[in-house]
């Protein structure tokens, strides 16, 4: 089955530095996509970046990269100089097949603080 | 603009009286889909559909229908609301392959009283 876990239930950074975000996921399938949700206490889940699973390079956009390592299975999350306004809960989510059918599943995420 | 659109935004309704939260997208997508979310469990797919007048269930479906009578449109039904079914609510949309971005809608925070 598939899975997506996501071990930090919290984490704090400083203003201005990097901050990694973890995630694992287990899957069979060889073709997946995993992705990053950005969601602000306003509520909405916004994207942010995405890799395949045949992708040869890790995905970056803007401050934020994607540190693919699939023979560990984990797909990190890595925002480079962090801002007051990425405070939120992030969300790392994986779309494959399965149990038959076409689905997105989801970590239980990551809540990120970020102090001045 | 691209967008998914979702209504009411929000919702405070008492056990038993029948809603429908709407869900329309402009990107001519073929996978729709309803997620919820409650704290400390994440996002759980609750139906989705494939192409109008193809739909499933997902994970969490007791207690919701679903209609796709057009491609744009994808209403969430609940014939007999109860408490447990007080979250916050997500439609998404997106191209069917399994390495395309869903994007979601705002988001329809529903109480049950």
């Known amino acids: 089955a598939q899975k997506i876990t996501q071990t930090q239930p919290g984490m704090f950074v400083q203003e201005k530095e990097a901050v990694t975000l973890d995630c694992t996921y287990d899957t069979s399938d060889p073709s997946y996509g995993l992705f990053w949700y950005k969601q602000p206490s306003s509520g909405e889940m916004i994207f942010l970046i995405y890799?395949?699973?045949?992708?040869?390079q890790n995905a970056t956009e803007g401050r934020y990269s994607l540190n693919f390592q699939k023979a560990r299975k984990s797909a990190n999350l890595v925002i480079s100089a962090s801002q007051l306004g990425d405070s939120a809960m992030y969300f790392c989510a994986m779309r494959g097949f399965s149990g038959g059918y076409n689905k997105l599943i989801f970590g239980a995420g990551t809540r990120l603080a970020v102090h001045p | 603009e691209a967008q998914v659109t979702q209504n009411p935004r929000y919702l405070i309704t008492v056990t038993g009286k029948k809603l429908t939260v709407t869900c329309s997208q402009n990107?001519?997508?073929?996978?729709m889909s309803w997620y919820r979310q409650d704290p400390g469990l994440g996002l759980r797919q609750i139906y989705y559909s494939m192409n109008v007048e193809v739909t499933d269930k997902g994970d969490v479906p007791e207690g919701y229908k679903v209609s796709r009578k057009e491609k744009r449109n994808f209403p969430l039904i609940l014939e007999s609301p109860s408490p447990n079914q007080t979250s916050l609510y997500f439609c998404a949309s997106s191209p069917m392959g399994v390495t395309d971005t869903q994007y979601f809608g705002p988001g329809t925070r529903l109480t049950v009283l």
């Open positions: 890799q395949g699973s045949y992708d040869q």
């Open positions: 990107m001519n997508h073929e996978y």
